[in-house]
């Protein structure tokens, strides 16, 4: 088995909470994800999503709420989130593995997400190629990841909260795209969220602007916010 930055001895911080306020958050936070899936899929149906990842099952939630029809499909490494993305939604099939050599033979999906998944890879490149293999051509591969290129990252230093023990593979925005151009992938939308990184610019009253700008853009075209969003496609075949 491929090394992982997951331990499971310890109390995961990555089981979340059931609170109405949450879901309503995350909610917000996939809507950039669910509008670019409506944008691409509106026409078809049923389609099929994979995550890469499943946490809490939040993303797969949202995704049967907005894609009644969908096939949806979840990966998760750890057994404690996996048993809550089952209870959350149960219609989703969901495996067990490691999302850096996932593999399901003879399928191929529309649409694969990972939301803050990447960065825990030792080898993300791995995930990419079987990104590549699962996915149709025209389909969409959208994921989010922290940015080195942020200025909170440049800002807070070694106090940013995106230097975590578990997060192993952290690279910027640039560094992202190109590794993505590497493996064939063409980008459809790219860029980062705004603010959050900075303690100051996340706290009342200040905070408020930043929230707004979440909540109304979800990102921005520029490659200098908190996290990198990057949505590519495949080109379909004959292009």
């Keep these: 088995m ?7 001895d310890e109390p995961t911080p ?6 109405t306020l949450h879901r309503l958050k995350r909610k917000l936070t996939y809507r950039f994800a669910l509008n670019a899936i409506h944008k691409q899929f509106l026409r078809a149906s049923p389609f099929s999503i994979l995550e890469l990842g499943t946490g809490s099952g939040f993303f797969l939630q949202a995704a049967h709420e907005s894609f009644p029809n969908a096939q949806l499909n979840g990966i998760e490494f750890d057994e404690r989130l996996l048993q809550a993305t089952q209870k959350r939604i149960s219609i989703a099939k969901t495996w067990q593995g490691n999302v850096e050599v996932f593999d399901i033979p003879g399928e191929k999906f ?40 942020g200025v909170g990252a440049k800002m807070m230093g070694s106090k940013w909260h995106g230097y975590r ?33 900075i303690p100051w610019l996340n706290r009342f009253p200040l905070g408020v602007f930043n929230w707004s700008l979440l909540l109304v853009f979800g990102y921005a075209p520029w490659m200098r916010g908190e996290s990198f969003v990057g949505i590519f496609t495949l080109p379909k075949e004959g292009v």
């Design 110 to 149: 529309d649409v694969i997400v990972s939301f803050q998944v990447i960065e825990h890879l030792f080898k993300p490149e791995s995930m990419i190629a079987q990104v590549q293999k699962h996915l149709k051509p025209g389909g969409l591969f959208i994921f989010t990841t922290p940015n080195l290129d």
């Design 165 to 197: 023990d578990d997060h192993v593979s952290m690279r910027g925005a640039s560094e992202w795209v190109g590794l993505l151009k590497l493996h064939g992938f063409l980008p459809v939308s790219v860029g980062s969220t705004f603010f959050s990184g």
């Design 14 to 19: 990555y089981l979340e909470s059931s609170s």
């Design 2 to 8: 491929s090394k992982v930055s997951v331990n499971l």
